[in-house]
C-alpha cells in the first residue's frame, strides 16, 4: 500500500485528492443534504406509518421495517419547515443510532456523492439555525451547497432530556 495521495487525471495534468467522503444525497424542499454512506441502513420508497400518541412533533410514527420497529423522524418539521405540498409521499433513509433504528422521512434521495474532505467547509454565518444546529458543515458544489447532517444532533429533539 502506497503512502502518496490519490491522483485524478484532469486529461491534461494530475491533481492531487485528499481523502474522498460519500454521502447519500437527499433533497428536502429545495436543499441538498448528505448523509455519511456508513450510517445508512436502507433507502425506503412510501411506508405505512402508525402515528404514535403523545410523541414530538418530529416524530411521524413508527413503521415496521422486516420485523423491526422503527421510529419515523419527520425531517421537514425537526426543521421546523412547512409540509410537504401535493400528493408526493417522499422516502426515507434508515439510520441506526445507539442500536436503534429511525426512517428520516424526506422529498427524495439522489446518488452518493463522494467528495474530497479537503474541501469541507464549516457553516455559512447565513445558514439557518436550525440546519446549523443539526448538520457538521457544508460541501460548495457546482450548483448547489450540501448540507452534511449530523446523525445524531438531527435525532435530538426539542424537550429530550439529555441522557
Known sequence: MSDLPA???????VVALGELKQFVSIMIGKQLFGIPVLQVHDVLGPQR?????LSPKEVAGSLN????IVTAID???RL????REGDHEGMSIVVEDQG?????MVD??????????AKFEQHP???????????????RLDKSLLVVFDVRALLRFQGEEAA
Open 75 to 77: 425531517i421537514r418539521s
Open 49 to 53: 406509518i402508525t402515528r404514535i400518541p
Open 100 to 104: 436503534e433504528l429511525y426512517s428520516l
Open 65 to 68: 421495517l422486516r420485523g423491526r
Open 108 to 117: 427524495s434521495v439522489g446518488e452518493v456523492l463522494s467528495l474530497d474532505e
Open 125 to 139: 454565518a447565513t445558514l439557518d439555525g436550525n440546519i446549523r444546529e443539526v448538520s457538521t458543515g457544508i460541501y
Open 80 to 83: 421546523n419547515m412547512p409540509p
Open 7 to 13: 491522483t485524478q487525471s484532469t486529461g491534461h495534468s
